[in-house]
């Protein structure tokens, strides 16, 4: 059973920066596939940024495409979330994902197996 657990979210002002984190247990990255999705209260879960690492794979959302980089350490069993400039919008609980999702599942929830239990961030104006 993979436990993932995420952290280095908190409260930061528009166009700042944070990073995210997300280490496994129980369970590699190498074999699976990495997601970020964020949800906001009363809201769907939204996916942010996803890693296929065995074909170095990156996707992102439009709205974060160019601002957010995901990335992973093998050796620390760690995926990352860069954020840089930040805007009110991306305020919400972000989450780390790991599974095997097929091309059209990456961007979805039903792609992931396995989820940490959210970090927040806040994005004050």
């Known amino acids: 059973q993979v436990q993932l657990m995420e952290s280095g979210g908190e409260l930061v002002q528009a166009g700042g920066s944070l990073r995210l984190s997300c280490v496994a247990s129980g369970g590699t990255f190498g074999d699976y596939s990495a997601g970020w999705f964020r949800q906001t209260p009363g809201m769907q879960r939204e996916f942010v940024a996803a890693?296929?690492?065995?074909?170095?794979?990156?996707y992102y959302a439009d709205s974060v495409k160019g601002r957010f980089t995901i990335s992973r350490d093998s050796t620390k069993n760690t995926v990352y979330l860069e954020m840089n400039n930040l805007k009110p919008d991306d305020t919400g609980v972000y989450y780390c994902?790991?599974?095997?999702?097929?091309?059209?599942?990456?961007?979805?929830?039903?792609?992931?197996?396995?989820w940490g239990r959210g970090t927040q961030v806040t994005v004050s104006s």
């Open positions: 890693g296929r690492w065995a074909t170095r794979a990156i």
């Open positions: 994902a790991a599974g095997r999702p097929i091309t059209s599942t990456i961007r979805t929830e039903t792609g992931y197996r396995y």
